[in-house]
């Protein structure tokens, strides 16, 4: 159901994306649409400032034709001026002053209509580039309108391809949803048969588990009453009562012991570094050793502090030694555990070390008192100091009384009684957690005390260091207490437990019967090994359990089966019966019609022979024939009265005894021999065929896993080539809308040169006007002289 739905989710959330897509799509073709309208608006602009350009270059070809023209005429002005400079040369005397007058102003136009011609000029040589350049642009623009009107083709042809894959992916996804949908009915039918059978098996497991309750109870009862070996007159023959082996008691035991092994071998680091860097403190502060001699006070201490490792080391390896005492083939009680004795004497000669170096601390921590440059605040924190290590010694010596109570039974028997045990554990516990708090007072109380006295002017760094190092041992310290001490407390109830008894009783185990269990598990499990070595090996839980399920389903939809193979079964015997029935009618049938068809043979050939012969013999052979017809009837007429019973290896048969029948009887039974063992070739081959059924139903139905195994893995391509379908029409749309911002920009650079071009027209229009304008007024100035 869970695969259905997920189905479902991934198909509506295909079906959003193709909506998505669609109308991204539907955008898309939009502005192809618009661009394409754009593109054709362009070329219309185009040609339109095509056909204004050519007007132009006509009105420039005219302006020059008129240009030249105006040149011609200025040079026969010329010309005429000349020639009446010369006729005023003689004639100078009369008019010297006008003449001269107007040459000034001749060449006044002259040098005007220089410039103009070579502004002109420039003006022709400055359109000409300009125009030079609009055409190449234009050319530009076209090839890159092409190209684009390309890649908008190929984005056309390629969504339009997307599309049809995702008709085609939400066709067969759809189908998929329609077959998914009608295995899920299947399915919600089986599991509502399946949630009856479990209600079935629920109520069957209550009154099993009621009746075995019951039965439990009833034999534990019957165990505590009578099984019990109690001699009330000799009490050393109650040992027999042998308690059975807890193997997971062991399992655990040893679980716990290699736990407790780490967190000591943690707090004995933890200690060895506290007091390697205490006794170098020692040597620095408050005289440092390596200036000028400690006090004989520091220096024993020293001493004390430098032997440390041989008093915490000890608890380690007594750890070691316990935890590889506890195995799964021993007996882990207070009685049997002898390792716990040595791990509470070295624990015992730990904290002697403790209370022997305490007096040593504290003068240590008075000298550092009276220091002159010890502020009230140090003076403060050293008492502080001085109230935690004595707390943290006498927290050492409860533990070692409770550890050396708890290792007391396994030296001494019927030392301390079980309610008594537990106290223990639980004050250990107790203990445990009030030595974590006293060492991180402590720690809190260092950090504070380091703190001040890093304002001190006198301050080194290697006192700083050896501080540091100090406080980073008190605080792995600290983390190593409190992690024993929450898993003391963890394991408090399995502490306190009685993990093995005698039956029958509360009292402690003791190692005699320790010693009898581990031989009796040593006999019971070299009984196992020659057990399993005579029988085959079992079936494992797991697979039991499978094949018990599949056993169960198959035998619920066999019950069906065998119904219909029992009905069908007997139809087709009923049919057998029927079909054997009318066969050997047939074949008597058949005997019948051979043995008459003989019989009228040789009468035939009787008559024939009697025909032949002389004619007298005629009514002979007549008179025979009739004689012969009514032998026949006559011996069918008693027939038709009498039956009788024929029995053979086959059967039994009814039949009406003729003569020809009693000869037959071994022809008949080999005949119907024939028929059987005909039929049972008949048998076996569709017992054959239905078996190479059986075999291709069966490599169908592995085929059609290995298809849904591998349609499965192509509806997950199909999403990931879904998903990078969407990458690259995300990807398509920006660089769609990247082209149109760059066609905006193109246009509105060409509209801006087009604006500008138009621009130095109209000013080139205004000066050829103005040009114009003069040259008239020269010509009519010159037509008026």
Known sequence: ??????????????????????????????????????????????????????KQEQEMDSLSFRNQQLAKRVELLQEELAVSEAKG??????????SQHGLETQSVFDEDLQKKIEENERLHIQFYEADEQHRRQEAELMTRLQELEKESEQHQAVVDGLTAKYMETIGRLQSDKARLEVKAQTLERESKECRMRTEECQQQLRRCQSELNRQVKQSSSVIQEKVPFNDTKFGDYNSLNVPPHNRRHQLKARDLSGQALSFIQDLVAALLNFHSYTEQRVHIYPLDSSIEPISPLNQKFSQYLHENAAYVRPLEDSCLQLHQSITEDTVTVLETVVKLKSFADNFSSYTHFLQKILPYQLKSLEEECDTPLCTAALTAKNQELQRDMKRVTSVFEKLQSYIYLLALPSVRQDAMPQSSTSAVFTQLAACLHSLHDAIKEMSKHYNQKAGLEQDLPTITQKLCTTTECLLGSLGSLTSSTGKIATFFSNNLDFFTSSGYSPRGSTVPLNPLQAESMLANKKKAAAYIHAIKKARPQSVP??????????????????????QQVHQSQEKIARLEQEKEHWLLEAQLGKVRLEKENQRIADLETQLAAA???????????????????????????????????????????????TVEHMGDEESREKLIKTHYMARVGELTTQLQISDSKAVHFHSECRALAKRLAIAEKSRETLSEEVKLANQNITRLQDELATTKRSYEDQLSMMSDHLCSMNETLSKQREEIDTLKLGSKGNAKKNKGR
């Open 1 to 54: 159901m869970a695969n259905v739905t997920d189905l479902q989710t991934k198909y509506s959330k295909l079906a959003q994306e193709y909506s998505k897509l669609r109308a991204q799509n539907q955008v898309l073709k939009k502005g192809v649409v618009d661009e394409q309208a754009n593109s054709a608006s362009f070329k219309e602009q185009l040609k339109q400032r095509d056909q204004s350009l050519r």
């Open 541 to 562: 839980y797991k697979e039991a359990l499978s094949n018990r399920r599949i056993l169960t389903s198959s035998t619920e939809s066999r019950e069906g089966l065998t």
């Open 89 to 98: 040369k003689k004639g100078k005397s009369k008019v010297d002053s006008p």
């Open 611 to 657: 025909l032949r012969g002389s004619p007298h013999s005629q009514p002979a052979a007549a008179s025979t024939l009739a004689q012969s017809h009514e032998e026949v009837e006559n011996e069918q007429k008693p027939a038709g009265r009498e039956t009788t019973l024929c029995t053979s290896l086959v059967g039994m048969l009814c039949t009406t005894p």
